[in-house]
């Protein structure tokens, strides 16, 4: 082998050099040697080298530096892959011990698989929970609506009996209502009534909402006659009320020699004034324009009376005073006549509807 064999072979590859002193027909356990500046000596030296002094150069080199062996180079090797196999196998052990993928692909797996299985009877589990809370909402909400509705039925029922009794007396108030003799005590008790027999029918309408079994439209229609006819009657009792006051004289008209003018003129003033604001204050009645038209007349015709009056009873004309004051009776007996006229026709009318009434239910 000649120095540039040598070289060759010291500038190739570790793992490569047994196999090219193989090649060459040297054993595995030939030494070989490097030292960079012998080396460099011998490739400038190339032409004057000989085989002898290789072989001292040889020596030179083996005591300067420590001599590698194709063994220890092979050992060498094997101890780094053993250290590189013992570096991986520890980073396999650490990954694994942290991510463990095949320990989480098994549960994905068996989480799947028990997703799967639970699929056979959550499902239908789920429906029939579900049926049966639908199934058992609704029967308890038909139970409930029926015991509500049961409930209804009753009250309604026994309300219906009591309202009914209350509408029967309702004659009894159109009979007060339109009698010609006024009385204050029985106007007043027939409005109370009026209003407990309102009530009574309000409460009633109020349940009839809540009643199936019952023709709304029917109980609509008979209950409006029925608040129909107890507004009419509550409107002619504050009639009757306003107009007991209008052009009411007592005995101020019984007029002689002793009566004082003064007094008497204050009072008159003050039954005209008391008339004017009672007939403003009339509710409007259908039956009774007539005599409200009349009643507005009469007090214009008793102002006018009342300042004749006046005028004769200072001039001390007696005669005349009597004739004015038999002319003012006699406007209020005209105002009374038709009152009572409409009292008639109104007390027909009322009582068509009080007769179309139907019972309550």
Known sequence: MNIRDFIFINKAKSTDKIKILEMLGFET???????TETISDLESNNDSLDLNSYTNIQTEVEVASQPSSIESYIKDTEYRQT???TETN???NFATETFKPVNVTSKIKKLWTDVESRRKWVMPLMISTISLFIITT????????SSQQEEVVKISSNL???TNLLIDGLENVLEISTDTFYSKYDISNASAYLQ??????LEYQNLALQNENLNLQEVNYNLSTIFGLINELDSLLTYRILVSEVLIYNDILDIDETTEVDV???LLSEITATSKRNYEDLPIIEEMNNHRNLVN???ITAEDLHGRLLAALRNAEYDVVQSISSALLLNKETEIAAFENSLTIFKNNKLKSYSSIQKLD
């Open 29 to 35: 356990e030939t030494v070989i040697t490097q030292n």
């Open 83 to 85: 250290e590189k196999h």
């Open 90 to 92: 520890e980073n396999k």
């Open 138 to 145: 609704a029967v308890t909400t038909f139970i409930s609506r």
């Open 160 to 162: 219906a009996t009591e």
């Open 196 to 201: 407990s027999v309102e009530s009574s029918v």
């Open 264 to 266: 008497l003129t204050t």
């Open 297 to 299: 007349t009469a007090i």
